[in-house]
């Protein structure tokens, strides 16, 4: 079955940088986009980046453009979100997502904490 395990997480200062990584397993993961989304507390879940499958096109979130990159491994069936100049509006659980055979597939999410 559809597997997808986020990792990479963890407790920042302002201005820092994390790498986020997403394991996929379960389908062809070369064959579909790949998202990121985040959810902070009391917020929405919001898409924070996207990925086609190849890796030749991303989009990005207005508030993470410039700072945060989406790139993908397909022989190691992984995504990655690198986030530099990270701020405390940042902090938030990160999602990786797939779409496949009509069905959205979450991981579990990891957390991301921007504070000094």
């Known amino acids: 079955q559809v597997q997808l395990v986020e990792s990479g997480g963890g407790l920042v200062q302002p201005g820092g940088s994390l790498r986020l990584s997403c394991a996929a397993s379960?389908?062809?993961?070369?064959?579909?986009?790949m998202k990121w989304y985040r959810q902070a507390p009391g917020k929405e879940r919001e898409l924070v980046a996207a990925?086609?499958?190849?890796?030749?096109?991303?989009t990005y979130a207005y508030s993470v453009k410039g700072r945060f990159t989406i790139s993908r491994d397909n022989a190691k069936n992984t995504a990655y979100l690198q986030m530099n100049s990270l701020k405390p509006e940042d902090t938030a659980v990160y999602y990786c997502?797939?779409?496949?055979?009509?069905?959205?597939?979450w991981g579990q999410g990891t957390q991301v904490t921007v504070s000094s």
């Open positions: 379960g389908f062809t993961f070369n064959s579909y986009p």
């Open positions: 990925i086609t499958q190849t890796g030749g096109t991303t």
């Open positions: 997502n797939a779409y496949v055979s009509r069905y959205y597939y």
